[in-house]
């Protein structure tokens, strides 16, 4: 691992249960460049690693979450470059970060940067925020997920319409389309981010894997698979001694205390 104050294009914090990290190349309007990938991913993994860490906060600028890959960093690169540094999947590990992330987005979040926002569990965005696909401007296609996540996010008439033609996204299109849960004022958006996370890393932590692992199957499976997964996570809830805690607390008018994290 890095050590946190090592890094250059982000910042780490903590407070309480909840980690956050704060794309920081401002120079670049947090565009993502090899190394600012490399410490992503790192602050990530140390998160997750952490059972002291129920969620993770992934935020940029007011002005950017991140305007995509760093078109500088790839200009020069040829075909053979890109295939054989394989950066991309590099930026596949954050998928197997299980503690749940959430993108807090202001500002605009572009190629990478709207294909990040979508890596991450859930999105709340700020009045301001702005959500893109234009790297056919530039002779290339999305390649982090925007075919694909962006699709199944928004489905196939406004996916087209971003891919194919550059248009932005307000942030309460995206919201009306599915792309994010909740839109705030943009003075709002860390504290707003921040009570959704630590609402998350309240919980019991086996069991917002659970939860979390169930939804994302509906995205991987059929239907009758995803709901005979959700019924074995379900009756898998019963073995955990936080289960019988959560009841309990109902029943007897008080707060959970969890332990199993
Ligand atoms: N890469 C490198 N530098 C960037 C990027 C970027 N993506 N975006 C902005 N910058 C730089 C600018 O070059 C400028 O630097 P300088 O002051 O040295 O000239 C600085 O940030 C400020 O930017 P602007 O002056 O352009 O700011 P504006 O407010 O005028 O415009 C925009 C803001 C509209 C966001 C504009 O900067 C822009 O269009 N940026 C590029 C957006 C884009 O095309 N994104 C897609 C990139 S391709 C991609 O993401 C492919 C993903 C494939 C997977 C990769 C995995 C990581």
Known sequence: GVDMSDYTTIKVSTDGRVGTITLNRPEALNALNLTLMGEVVAAMEAFDADTGIGAIVLTGSAKAFAAGADIKEMSAKSHADV????????????????????????GYALGGGCELAMMCDLVVAAESAKFGQPETNLGIIPGLGGTQRLTRAVGKAVAMD?????????????????????????????????????????????????????VDRAFETTLREGLMFERRAFHACFAFEDRAEGMAAFVEKRKPEFKNR
Not at 88 to 93: A, G, L, Q
Not at 175 to 185: D, I, K, M, N, T
């Open 83 to 106: 295939v054989n540094e394989d950066m991309i999947s590099h930026w596949d590990r954050l998928i197997g970060v299980r503690t749940p992330k959430v993108a807090a987005v202001s």
């Open 162 to 214: 971003l891919v194919l033609t550059d248009r932005m996204l307000s942030a309460e299109e995206a919201a009306s389309y599915g792309l994010v849960s909740r839109v705030v004022p943009t003075d709002d958006l860390l504290t707003a981010a921040a009570d959704v996370a630590a609402k998350i890393a309240a919980k019991s932590l086996p069991v917002v894997y659970a939860a979390k692992e169930s």
